[in-house]
């Protein structure tokens, strides 16, 4: 698979704390030469970097980013402020103690609500594969297919989990048809990348696959 059909499923993400309007517009100018899916970006930049982009790329942001256990309604709120300031996506983190309490349910209405609020919009929903056993796993598949989100992601980067060919071929068995994978954090390579979207991976959460690319001096046709 060549570099440029790996970086058209990646999701170029910038969302260390440090981070400052400098480094976002960096990371919009790559996303559109290297004709990303999209950047992910703090919450705080969102109208910034929308304005910036115009028309050029999709703005995605994190929302109860990296913890997950803010509550419902605060992350409904995150939902509608994100996109008012004009988020076409947004990658939410579930309440990871709900997981380890059995509280499927709940987490299933979350996903839920914060769905009816992100619209047309899409939700993906990260459940944080490195701190789960493969039952709570499987247990999350059937909440976000029951829920209606558009993905199932991996993990945050923050959580000390990393995606691997393991979790999405147990995703790929659990998840419901209309149920879209991404895998995010500790890719390496461009061929790695490649992996991913070869099992069905549509998004890859990743700054590093973009800055491989600019070190081997990868060309694609457009760009400012």
């Not at 008012?84 to 209405?109: L, P, Q, R, S």
């Not at 895998?183 to 461009?190: D, I, V």
Request: net charge negative; charged share 25%.
């Amino acid at each position: 698979m060549e570099a440029r059909e790996v970086l058209k499923h990646v999701d170029h993400t910038e969302l260390m704390q440090t981070a400052k309007w400098e480094d976002i517009q960096r990371l919009c100018d790559d996303a559109v030469y290297y004709n990303t899916a999209s950047i992910c970006i703090p919450p705080a930049y969102v109208k910034q970097a929308a304005e910036y982009l115009g028309d050029k790329m999709a703005v995605c942001t994190v929302i109860g980013f990296p913890h997950g256990y803010n509550t419902t309604a605060c992350k409904v709120f995150e939902v509608k402020d994100a996109i008012a300031n004009g988020a076409k996506e947004v990658d939410m983190v579930i309440n990871i103690g709900w997981a380890k309490d059995g509280k499927f349910d709940a987490i299933t209405e979350e996903i839920k609500a914060l769905k009816e609020a992100a619209g047309d919009k899409i939700l993906k929903v990260i459940i944080e594969t490195g701190l789960l056993t493969d039952e709570e796993k499987i247990a999350l598949c059937k909440c976000v297919t029951d829920a209606g989100a558009d993905f199932i992601k991996t993990c945050t980067g923050f959580g000390g989990g990393k995606a691997t060919v393991e979790d999405i071929a147990l995703f790929k068995a659990n998840i419901g048809p209309n149920v879209k994978m991404k895998a995010s954090s500790g890719m390496t390579s461009l061929d790695e990348g490649a992996v991913f979207v070869e099992m069905g991976c549509e998004r890859l959460g990743s700054k590093l696959l973009v800055n491989i690319a600019k070190a081997d001096g990868v060309a694609v046709e457009g760009g400012y």
